[in-house]
């Protein structure tokens, strides 16, 4: 029992931030900055006292994050302890230290403690912590960062129309350019034919949070009136009965437009018109949500507090709860 609890672990998402680039806006001796993603929470990252000290990790990819676990310094001094007191979280897209959205505002962190604090998911490929006043002094033991990668996952998809007009092809739809300085090459399309449909198979399951669809530019807008987004793992019908995401009332032209999914899981994405003499012209489909071939770090958190009495005591680096604070492993 104790080893499946283990493997579970294994499972879940790992920490984006270790043993990647960190950066800081000053040093106090050798308390280097990368002192705080080497996997190790009694070793730190230090600034010297300065006005608006900052520590930043760039995760060399966009993620969407769901949490950031800071360790705050062992000390028996509560001065020291009390200097993470009012830390900012920020985490975006930009390495600039202020620009980016705040995940969260630290109140305090208890001598040699982690504590998580939940990001919601927003996207970004650094994360910075910085103290804002006059005289401080930024420590971090370690700073670990939850989530899964973000950007469009359709771009690594394989594409699939009822027909093709000239040579419009599928993949024209995923090909991470919205196709409207290059309408005619850049789009796919269907003939005009009974129920037209396009797919894309995202070849692993997804919990889809929205879909985004960039109409043709050049005529027929209205062509796209009608569309349903259908989302699912069966591919009964080429797909075309799996359930409803949204249905595209209307797309002006050449703009692009979000269709919230709410977490549906699937594969395979459709649109289709229904109807006769219909084409179907799509010049991108962006597709958004999280990789359900990793176990989330809530459904973990929930399977370990089963087993209770410590039963996967050995599973050191991984917390019981991601709003609590925990003590050091």
């Not at 990647?20 to 705080?36: F, P, R």
């Not at 998580?116 to 930024?138: A, D």
């Not at 129309?161 to 092809?169: E, I, L, V």
Request: with cysteine.
């Amino acid at each position: 029992l104790q080893h499946s609890a283990c493997f579970m672990t294994s499972l879940s998402y790992k920490n984006a931030a270790f043993q990647h680039t960190a950066t800081q806006s000053s040093m106090y001796g050798t308390w280097y900055s990368e002192n705080a993603v080497d996997g190790v929470r009694d070793s730190c990252s230090h600034t010297n006292t300065q006005t608006d000290p900052w520590w930043r990790v760039d995760l060399m990819k966009v993620y969407r994050v769901n949490r950031v676990a800071i360790t705050n310094r062992q000390s028996s001094y509560s001065e020291i302890a009390s200097r993470i007191n009012g830390a900012v979280i920020r985490v975006g897209n930009i390495p600039d230290i202020y620009s980016n959205p705040i995940c969260a505002v630290v109140s305090t962190i208890p001598s040699g403690a982690t504590a998580s604090f939940s990001c919601g998911g927003i996207e970004g490929r650094y994360v910075t912590v910085h103290i804002p006043g006059n005289g401080k002094v930024l420590t971090l033991c370690e700073v670990e960062v939850y989530g899964y990668l973000g950007g469009n996952w359709a771009v690594d998809g394989a594409a699939t129309q009822s027909s093709t007009f000239g040579n419009w092809f599928s993949e024209k739809a995923i090909d991470g350019n919205r196709g409207l300085l290059q309408l005619y090459t850049g789009c796919s399309s269907t003939l005009n034919e009974t129920n037209p449909w396009w797919r894309v198979d995202l070849r692993y399951i997804y919990r889809v949070s929205e879909v985004v669809v960039t109409n043709r530019k050049d005529c027929c807008a209205e062509q796209i009136n009608g569309v349903e987004i259908r989302i699912g793992n069966s591919l009964e019908s080429n797909g075309n009965n799996n359930p409803i995401c949204a249905v595209i009332p209307a797309i002006p032209a050449g703009e692009s437009y979000s269709y919230s999914c709410a977490g549906m899981d699937g594969r395979y994405v459709n649109l289709i018109i229904p109807g006769d003499m219909k084409m179907l012209t799509l010049c991108e489909v962006e597709v958004y949500g999280e990789d359900l071939s990793v176990l989330p770090y809530s459904l973990l958190s929930s399977l370990l507090m089963l087993f209770s009495g410590g039963i996967c005591s050995s599973c050191k680096r991984i917390h019981k709860c991601d709003t609590t604070l925990v003590s050091n492993p």
